[in-house]
């Protein structure tokens, strides 16, 4: 697990620093809430998304005199056909989605569209 949620970030950070660097260019890393709100049975995954917020961070730091800008997303329940493919039952996945809505204050999830606008945002020039 930690190879795909950290250490392949960590890697291609480091190839395309240089690009990067001549570009001006951005990184967007992919978290999630369960990084700063963990849930039970999601240990592992909330430890690496925990990681990617601090590789953002410290990335942002060490990039920046570089003009080169880090940002993370950190989405919560977001809807969309993975749990389907994963072998989530329909009142399975509907259970999951009633329980993350309630702890989100709009008291919905995310759309995969809403999220992907948050990404293009940060990586444009405004």
Do not use: W
């Not at 709100?37 to 995954?45: N, S, V």
């Not at 997303?73 to 056909?81: D, G, I, K, L």
């Not at 008291?107 to 809403?114: D, K």
């Amino acid at each position: 697990m930690t190879d795909v949620h950290i250490r392949a970030p960590f890697v291609l950070i480091h190839i395309f620093a240089e690009f990067l660097r001549k570009s001006k260019g951005c990184i967007i890393n992919i978290s999630s809430d369960k990084a700063s709100r963990p849930e039970g049975g999601l240990i592992g995954f909330s430890m690496c998304k925990a990681g990617i917020e601090m590789l953002t961070k410290s990335s942002a730091l060490e990039l920046a005199p570089f003009g080169i800008r880090v940002n993370c997303v950190s989405p919560s329940f977001v809807e969309s056909n993975m749990y389907r493919v994963a072998g989530m039952t329909e009142p399975e996945i509907d259970a999951l989605k009633n329980r993350s809505a309630k702890n989100i204050p709009i008291q919905r999830v995310a759309t995969a569209p809403e999220v992907a606008k948050a990404i293009i945002y940060l990586s444009s020039e405004q």
